[in-house]
């Protein structure tokens, strides 16, 4: 079974910042693109970064500038540094890879449970 977590999520005050992480486990073969994602109350699903193996990163217009991808492949981990961070940006934030499972012979994209940010003052 693969699994993504993710962790970091909380109450910010506008301008600050977080970290989010996000580390891929189970029964892997190989973790390819990972991604982050986001979703606000009544609207749809935004991506916000979008990370690959070698590092190749795109990031949502919305958060260029104030948010940084990185990855840690020896960990199966994505992080999403946030800074100055608006009231839009509060969120559901999503993990999302493409993970090749042990055993299989295509990769399969996976998400994990999602973690709040709120950003408040």
């Known amino acids: 079974q693969v699994q993504l977590v993710e962790s970091g999520g909380g109450l910010v005050l506008p301008g600050g910042s977080l970290r989010l992480s996000c580390v891929a486990s189970?029964?892997?073969?190989?973790?390819?693109?990972m991604r982050w994602y986001r979703q606000a109350p009544g609207k749809q699903r935004e991506l916000v970064a979008d990370?690959?193996?070698?590092?190749?990163?795109q990031y949502g217009d919305s958060v260029k500038g104030r948010f940084a991808a990185s990855r840690d492949n020896a960990k199966d981990t994505v992080y999403l540094q946030m800074t100055n961070l608006k009231p839009d940006d509060t969120a559901v934030y999503y993990c999302?890879?493409?993970?090749?499972?042990?055993?299989?012979?295509?990769?399969?994209?996976?998400w994990g449970q999602g973690t709040q940010v709120t950003v408040s003052s």
């Open positions: 990370i690959t193996y070698g590092g190749s990163i």
């Open positions: 189970g029964s892997i073969s190989g973790v390819y693109t």
């Open positions: 999302n890879a493409d993970v090749r499972p042990q055993g299989g012979t295509r990769s399969e994209n996976y």
